[in-house]
């Protein structure tokens, strides 16, 4: 009796010192329970504390493009300034005229900073290393969809779809152009790094001939002079970039069917007044010598116009501007007036491109008026135009000295330019009270791009050495205006 018990009591022992072998399977389940609770609280704490300190697509990378898709609020403001890196270029580009067109983006892009692709409706035959300096891809897709006008409208408006579609990494903005529009990238970024590229942003300039844009709309991003689409719109047309082809099928050009599909997703237009179509037709001289005070981000249209400086090609034309540009990207084209009270002369300078003398005081609005040196692109009329321009005397004599651009060369913190009389070689000889000037030294600080971030003002100027005149040549500098002074005759 006694060694059952004693027994008894060592099993009973046995058993309780195994305290978590359930005996039934009730207990079995509610033990799994316990743990799976456990388990699970365990792994929230240890996300909640790893979603402190690590970047969501740390646990379970994805392509960039598909965070937006998701959900574009994942996206978070980055502390980097926008660079070259963060574009991605889309030139619509045409097999047949590729040959030719290639000379324009070999002015502007830099295959170790540029991103992006020209897009083709098929590849281009015997293609050469020298004209394949951007990238190409074929357009897919685009040849089911109908049109009224044009198909390569349709294709050409699907470039910034098939470039998000790629799922390129750190990008912010998708920026479009025609193959015969020349970029200048360092003002692109600085515009463009006005703006937050995780908002929805449409960013480009209207025709400035007013037909056009009654004809299009107002409200439309001219497409040869650039269209800018921030990333997170990008996402957002993807969606339903196809559907709304489908739906404008008969709208004319591929900028106008990309503005309707903008619109449908309650976006509009943010003019950036550097972005030039150029619908003009003749010479743009009247608008580059007095361009607008914004940074200068595009020139389209120029196999249409005559030679941006005379008796050169275009092309070799646009490589002088672009060497100005190179030294001070920020100043170029950029606008100054000075007067020389003494002798009652005004200047006006288009840095890196021309001067013009006056020999009689203008007040600063006539001179910030452009010449009408051009007329308007579908009737070749005289206007209107979407600026206001002034008349332009046929007369040489009657027209003021102009200086184009000889020479540009870099000093220690700023540049140096050089302007030489320009003498029609088939007009008459003009006697000129300023005819001992024959060239122009201009010095100028270089301009810092922060400059375009606040609101701009144009830069004051005054003749050095009191305005002498030595071997022909007058000296110009170009700096800030003081605090209260004004541009007064």
């Known amino acids: 009796m006694n060694q059952d018990r004693m027994e008894s009591c060592h099993d009973h022992?046995?058993?309780?010192?195994?305290?978590?072998?359930?005996?039934?399977?009730?207990?079995?389940?509610?033990?799994?329970?316990?743990?799976?609770?456990?388990?699970c609280l365990i792994a929230s704490i240890s996300l909640a504390i790893h979603s402190t300190f690590a970047k969501p697509d740390r646990w379970f990378p994805l392509p960039e493009h598909l965070h937006v898709i998701q959900n574009v609020s994942v996206i978070t403001i980055d502390t980097i300034p926008t660079n070259i890196s963060h574009i991605v270029f889309g030139i619509a580009g045409s097999s047949k005229m590729w040959h030719s067109r290639s000379n324009y983006s070999k002015l502007w892009w830099n295959p170790t900073a540029c991103r992006g692709f020209v897009w083709f409706d098929k590849k281009p035959k015997n293609l050469k290393p020298d004209?394949?300096?951007?990238?190409?891809?074929?357009?897919?897709?685009?040849?089911?969809?109908?049109?009224?006008?044009?198909?390569?409208?349709?294709?050409?408006?699907?470039?910034?779809?098939?470039?998000?579609?790629?799922?390129?990494?750190?990008?912010?903005?998708?920026?479009?152009?025609?193959?015969?529009?020349?970029?200048?990238?360092?003002?692109?970024?600085?515009?463009?790094?006005?703006?937050?590229?995780?908002?929805?942003?449409?960013?480009?300039?209207?025709?400035?001939?007013?037909?056009?844009?009654?004809m299009h709309s107002y409200d439309m991003a001219f497409g040869g002079g650039g269209i800018a689409i921030s990333y997170a719109l990008a996402a957002k047309l993807a969606n339903i970039m196809d559907s709304c082809l489908h739906r404008y099928y008969y709208f004319y050009g591929s900028d106008q069917r990309i503005w309707a599909c903008v619109n449908e997703l309650g976006v509009s237009l943010t003019r950036e007044r550097g972005f030039h179509q150029l619908d003009i037709r003749g010479n743009p001289y009247g608008l580059l010598?007095?361009?607008?005070?914004?940074?200068?981000?595009?020139?389209?249209?120029?196999?249409?116009?005559?030679?941006?400086?005379?008796?050169?090609?275009?092309i070799s034309s646009l490589k002088k501007l672009i060497s100005a540009y190179e030294i001070d990207p920020a100043r170029i084209v950029q606008q100054s007036v000075c007067y020389d009270h003494r002798r009652r002369w005004?200047?006006?300078?288009?840095?890196?491109?021309?001067?013009?003398?006056?020999?009689?005081?203008?007040?600063t609005?006539?001179?910030?008026?452009?010449?009408?040196?051009?007329?308007?692109?579908?009737?070749?009329?005289?206007?209107?135009?979407?600026?206001?321009?002034?008349?332009?005397?046929?007369?040489?004599?009657?027209?003021?000295?102009?200086?184009?651009?000889?020479?540009?060369?870099?000093?220690?913190?700023?540049?140096?330019?050089?302007?030489?009389?320009?003498?029609?070689?088939?007009?008459?000889?003009c006697k000129r009270a300023d005819g001992e000037v024959q060239r122009i030294k201009v010095s100028a600080l270089k301009l810092d791009p922060e400059y375009w971030k606040n609101v701009p003002r144009r830069q004051c100027c005054n003749?050095?050495?009191?305005?002498?005149?030595?071997?022909?040549?007058?000296?110009?500098?170009i700096r800030k205006c003081r605090p209260q002074e004004t541009i007064t005759i």
């Open 13 to 39: 022992l046995k058993i309780t010192r195994l305290p978590y072998i359930p005996e039934k399977i009730g207990d079995l389940v509610s033990f799994s329970i316990r743990v799976g609770i456990i388990i």
């Open 131 to 214: 004209n394949m300096l951007i990238p190409y891809k074929i357009s897919q897709g685009w040849t089911k969809f109908r049109y009224l006008h044009s198909a390569s409208a349709v294709r050409i408006s699907r470039i910034v779809y098939e470039s998000f579609r790629l799922g390129l990494p750190n990008v912010r903005w998708f920026v479009m152009g025609d193959d015969d529009t020349v970029f200048f990238p360092e003002n692109l970024v600085t515009v463009l790094g006005k703006y937050d590229h995780n908002q929805l942003y449409y960013i480009g300039g209207n025709s400035e001939s007013v037909e056009q844009d009654v």
């Open 289 to 314: 010598a007095a361009h607008p005070l914004a940074p200068l981000v595009s020139l389209h249209h120029l196999d249409q116009l005559n030679p941006v400086f005379p008796d050169q090609s275009q």
């Open 346 to 363: 005004s200047i006006s300078i288009s840095w890196g491109y021309t001067i013009q003398i006056y020999t009689s005081l203008l007040i």
């Open 365 to 429: 609005a006539d001179l910030q008026m452009p010449f009408q040196t051009f007329k308007t692109w579908r009737s070749s009329s005289d206007g209107p135009f979407t600026f206001n321009t002034r008349w332009m005397n046929p007369d040489v004599c009657q027209q003021p000295s102009i200086f184009f651009l000889d020479q540009v060369s870099e000093a220690r913190t700023g540049s140096v330019t050089t302007y030489k009389r320009y003498a029609d070689k088939d007009g008459k000889k």
């Open 463 to 477: 003749f050095m050495d009191g305005g002498s005149i030595k071997d022909g040549s007058v000296h110009i500098r």
